[in-house]
């Protein structure tokens, strides 16, 4: 019940087109949303987050859809450019209990 | 500027041989973490401390210790490291209830 299921595991887009990672949790008493970005050789940076009493935030070409009755939360990069390559991790957790948990990861890869 | 610094970057050691990983930051938030990333399994959480002198054990805390003392500093022991503690170890602090916003370049451990 605790998990955070990610998927793709890896992700290959043509410049300019759309990536999608998909997040899907069980524990409803989640409440908080972050997305993660990692570069090789450097620590996860907060992305975007989402609470789940909006179904959609946005920010430049940084897109999260919130689905809470299917428990499923994605990401959308939209006009993927190649400085976009990274690897992107979901997370859920409960304000006030202070745990996190990540999903496994999507190595993203644009071609240019 | 906002940092989390953690040493060393990396450390090759032997089994048994105590070993402390240093995190500091220097932006006074309250709360800071420990995770350990390895491939295939993303990040888990090891330790989190949700202010000075308080401590909570995340995910997967056997074979680590913590300490809280001041507030920036949230040192990692390791107090007889063994093989399957080799991974890349991240620190990180936010603010309560924001998951973690800053993290450092991590600490890549190998135990022999």
């Known amino acids: 019940q605790q998990q955070v299921k990610q998927s793709p595991q890896s992700l290959i887009v043509q410049k300019g087109g759309i990536s999608i990672i998909n997040c899907a949790y069980e524990?409803?008493?989640?409440?908080?949303f972050p997305w993660y970005q990692q570069f090789p050789g450097k620590g996860p940076a907060l992305l975007i987050a989402?609470?789940?009493?909006?179904s959609e935030k946005k920010e430049g070409r940084f897109t999260i859809s919130f689905n809470k009755s299917a428990k499923q939360f994605s990401l959308h990069i939209m006009d993927s450019q190649p400085g976009d390559s990274a690897t992107y991790f979901c997370a859920a957790s409960i304000t006030g209990d202070d745990k996190i948990i990540f999903g496994k990861g999507t190595r993203l890869h644009i071609l240019p | 500027e906002a940092q989390v610094t953690q040493n060393p970057r990396y450390l090759i050691t032997v089994t048994g041989k105590k070993l402390t990983v240093t995190c500091s930051q220097n932006?006074?938030?309250?709360?800071m973490s420990w995770y350990r990333q390895d491939p295939g399994l993303g990040l888990r959480q090891i330790y989190y401390?949700?202010?000075?002198?308080?401590?909570d054990k995340g995910d997967v805390p056997e074979g680590y210790k913590v300490s809280r003392k001041e507030k920036r500093n949230f040192p990692l022991i390791l107090e007889s490291p063994s093989p399957n503690q080799t991974s890349l170890y991240f620190c990180?602090?936010?603010?309560?209830?924001?998951?973690?916003?800053?993290f450092g370049d991590g600490t890549r451990l190998s135990i022999l």
């Open positions: 524990n409803t008493a989640f409440d908080y």
């Open positions: 990180a602090s936010s603010l309560r209830g924001k998951g973690p916003q800053h």
């Open positions: 401390s949700m202010n000075v002198e308080v401590t």
């Open positions: 989402i609470r789940p009493d909006v």
């Open positions: 932006m006074n938030h309250e709360y």
